[in-house]
């Protein structure tokens, strides 16, 4: 049982600030402190991250198919190879129609980040850094620390450990909405983060140009912080194993707004 002076910690840092509203399809995420698998150096264990907007599920379908009519040079017979691998938007009936096997409110996949970030920009918005990502997705629907759930872990795990084609893609928001009110961060889909090749830096970041990859191989999980976190291990080899322009039928995103800070 989680003490009430901490329970209501939580429920203090995860309430709004007097006048403050979320903007539409949004919900207030932090602040609260990330802790990286793997830290860039040995005085970064932790890091604080700041309060921000995060949207409540992926961008579906529908929201992107729009985001196309829009600006066409992202549709896929016009977008630039540099931007965007064969496999973009391939679902799709053509490159202006879901089509009746696609679901309108499904989130929307075979994307790539290039694509993903212009989507985010129409909006005023951005992809989420992997910090803000993975302090969203720490959460379980009652603590914003949901390793300390046992039942919560089990859960998570329980969709990574599951093939990704097992079943066909549910539409968005099915799942219940965590400690600060975000839905289908786990068991959904994967989903595009800004700087989603940060966990390949090496502990010194003068080494530039170099990357240890041999930290997500065998016995190198000793190094991690928490080496009994399976899915984070997974999340950081999948991204890893990315480039901008690549796309695949179970990688989707989001957005997420900066909160304004007075001075």
Not at 116 to 144: I, N, V
Not at 207 to 226: H, I, S, Y
Request: hydrophobic fraction near 40%.
């Amino acid at each position: 049982m989680i003490p009430w002076r901490i329970a209501l910690l939580g429920v203090l840092l995860a309430a709004p600030a007097l006048g403050e509203r979320a903007p539409r399809g949004m919900a207030r995420v932090g602040p609260g402190v990330y802790e990286p698998l793997y830290p860039a150096s040995p005085t970064e264990r932790t890091v604080k991250v700041p309060a921000f907007y995060m949207d409540v599920t992926p961008v579906t379908n529908q929201a992107f198919l729009a985001f196309v009519h829009e600006r066409p040079e992202w549709r896929r017979d016009r977008v630039k190879p540099l931007f965007a691998d064969f496999g973009y938007l391939a679902h799709w009936e053509d490159a202006e129609r879901l089509g009746a096997s696609v679901r309108p409110a499904a989130p929307v996949t075979n994307v790539s980040w290039f694509s993903a970030k212009a989507y985010c920009k129409a909006r005023g918005a951005e992809l989420p850094t992997e910090r803000q990502w993975e302090l969203a997705a720490a959460a379980s629907d009652s603590s914003a620390r949901g390793a300390d759930d046992p039942a919560w872990t089990e859960r998570v795990l329980a969709w990574y450990a599951e093939p990704t084609s097992a079943r066909p893609l549910a539409d968005v928001g099915g799942s219940k909405p965590n400690f600060w009110g975000i839905r289908d961060l786990h068991g959904l889909v994967w989903e595009w983060v800004y700087d989603f090749g940060a966990s390949l830096v090496t502990m010194d970041s003068r080494e530039k140009g170099v990357v240890d990859q041999t930290r997500f191989c065998g016995g190198a999980g000793a190094d991690a912080q928490n080496p009994s976190d399976y899915a984070a291990f997974m999340r950081i080899a999948f991204r890893s194993s990315l480039e901008a322009r690549y796309t695949t039928s179970r990688l989707g995103f989001r957005c997420v707004k900066e909160i304004e800070r007075k001075p």
